[in-house]
């Protein structure tokens, strides 16, 4: 072959090599070859509540964009601990996107009662013509009964680690008449936080509640024979998780979730061509409430 002949069939492989790169590249891009998908994902997820108080009210707001080829249609259903609260459709054009802002007002409390109440009983009784106690159970250990020697009258006293009897102008002191019949009844209610995390019948619970304890008193002097009974009460309560859910829909498309959240509160699960993302609250209970619960 002349020299001038192998120059061109040289000139036509480089062509045919080049082509065929151009011809890769352009398939590579082609928006044809491209997956078709959706996203939904929470706008500024890190900054959705986790505990609120009755009556504050939760703004968000949910983003679908649109990777699909076609003008395609979705469905939406924004739920509160699984009842509606809003709902509707839209359409998107191919990359394109659309924001919906939503909105739950939690009504009560989300606290529940997660055991039944736990009673101890604790007896002490008075012998004025003996002189002797004698107690039952526990909770009398820094409980005494005083005789004055010059009137007779009888003290009960309780220490700063118990309950505090208050009386009159006093704070765990009760003076008693040995010539006479008389009674004494209080109850005091105490709540105490509490820290754990458990789960109970299906339904998931934070990591806060209380325990409501409370402690009745009845104390009978009959003339210098004291009886002491005292009952207490402890009721373990939880704050429940409540789910804040948004479910996307659509027939002709698969819808993924992006976005992703650092706070564990925030999840999705996905189901075909539907997609639901949420987030989980607790409902304080009201401070003054707390006292009168059993």
Request: proline share 4%; hydrophobic share 35%.
């Amino acid at each position: 072959m002349e020299g001038k002949e192998k120059t061109i069939a040289y000139a036509f492989a480089a062509a045919c090599i080049l082509g065929l790169i151009i011809v890769g590249a352009l398939v590579l891009k082609n928006p044809s070859t491209e997956e078709a998908f959706s996203e939904l994902y929470f706008e500024d997820p890190d900054t959705l509540p986790g505990v609120v108080n009755i009556g504050d009210k939760i703004d968000f707001a949910f983003t679908t964009v649109s990777h699909e080829k076609k003008q395609t249609a979705y469905d939406y259903k924004v739920t509160y601990d699984g009842h509606d609260i809003r709902s509707g459709s839209f359409s998107l054009e191919p990359s394109s996107s659309k924001t919906i802002n939503a909105s739950v007002t939690p009504k009560d409390s989300s606290q529940v009662k997660t055991t039944d109440p736990v009673v101890n009983i604790s007896k002490m009784k008075y012998n004025a013509a003996s002189g002797t106690i004698s107690s039952q159970d526990y909770g009398f250990d820094r409980m005494k009964i005083l005789t004055s020697p010059s009137d007779g009258y009888s003290l009960v006293v309780c220490g700063a680690n118990t309950i505090k009897l208050q009386i009159a102008d006093g704070v765990g002191l009760l003076i008693f008449d040995p010539k006479r019949k008389e009674s004494y009844n209080t109850s005091v209610r105490t709540v105490i936080p509490e820290v754990g995390l458990g789960s109970s019948d299906g339904q998931f619970f934070s990591d806060i509640g209380y325990i409501i304890r409370r402690d009745d008193w009845n104390i009978v002097n009959d003339r210098g024979n004291i009886d002491i009974l005292h009952k207490k009460y402890s009721t373990v309560y939880r704050y429940a998780l409540k789910k804040v859910s948004v479910k996307v829909s659509s027939a002709g498309s698969e819808i993924r979730g992006t976005g992703e959240s650092e706070k564990p509160a925030v999840s999705d699960t996905r189901s075909g061509s539907e997609y639901e993302i949420h987030f989980w609250i607790t409902v304080k209970e009201d401070p003054d409430k707390l006292q009168n619960m059993r």
